[in-house]
């Protein structure tokens, strides 16, 4: 074979593999288009794809860590800074540190804010914590008899029975049972990550 002929066997062998590469690309152009105009009666829209990789790719990625506390007989976990009653995402709280539950509520505790929630996981109310001290939050836990203690400044502090006025509370020969992360099972930290990453990815957005 002359120098010549090689140099057409090279073109023609270069020529056959991107014309495949440039048919592959435009039939999956085709194919692709036709699924979109389709989406909705080939069910693209509710197909939903949690590879973590492709996740990231598009943006949607993890929270990262999640903590989770017993709260009466209530799990209260955090993603970041999303709150979870059991599997289902309530309300957000910032820098969140702890939960405990009373007999009547269950109060989430962040560094500067408190949430009252009722057993069913309602929002019933936000406090700013900064109306009663410049000092964060440091801990929440549950006195003897139930009620709620916080630390902050380095003193305890307990509130009224309506959770409306916090005051200085002075220890005694008594411990707090502070609020302390759990592990929580495998399959709520699943549902977590997967309702924190919106249920993942569609097929619909990915073609």
Do not use: C
């Not at 692709?32 to 949690?50: E, I, Q």
């Not at 707090?176 to 929580?184: E, G, L």
């Amino acid at each position: 074979m002359t120098r010549k002929q090689r140099r057409v066997s090279i073109a023609r062998q270069l020529h056959r593999k991107i014309g495949a590469a440039a048919a592959g690309f435009i039939l999956f152009l085709v194919l692709s288009g036709l699924a979109l105009n389709h989406s909705n009666s080939l069910g693209l829209d509710r197909l939903t794809v949690k590879q973590a990789l492709l996740l990231k790719w598009y943006g949607l990625n993890g929270p990262g860590s999640i903590q989770s506390f017993i709260a009466g007989d209530m799990r209260v976990s955090f993603a970041g800074s999303q709150l979870f009653m059991e599997q289902t995402p309530v309300t957000t709280l910032a820098e969140p540190i702890g939960a405990v539950g009373t007999a009547d509520f269950i109060v989430a505790a962040g560094k500067f804010e408190l949430l009252l929630l009722d057993p069913g996981g309602q929002l019933i109310e936000r406090q700013a914590w900064t109306a009663a001290s410049d000092a964060p939050i440091d801990s929440i836990g549950l006195m003897p008899d139930r009620s709620v203690v916080l630390q902050s400044g380095q003193q305890w502090w307990a509130a009224d029975s309506d959770f409306i006025q916090w005051n200085v509370l002075t220890p005694g020969n008594y411990q707090p049972a502070w609020s302390v992360p759990q592990q929580a099972p495998n399959d709520v930290l699943k549902a977590i990550n997967n309702a924190y990453q919106g249920g993942g990815l569609s097929f619909e957005r990915i073609l």
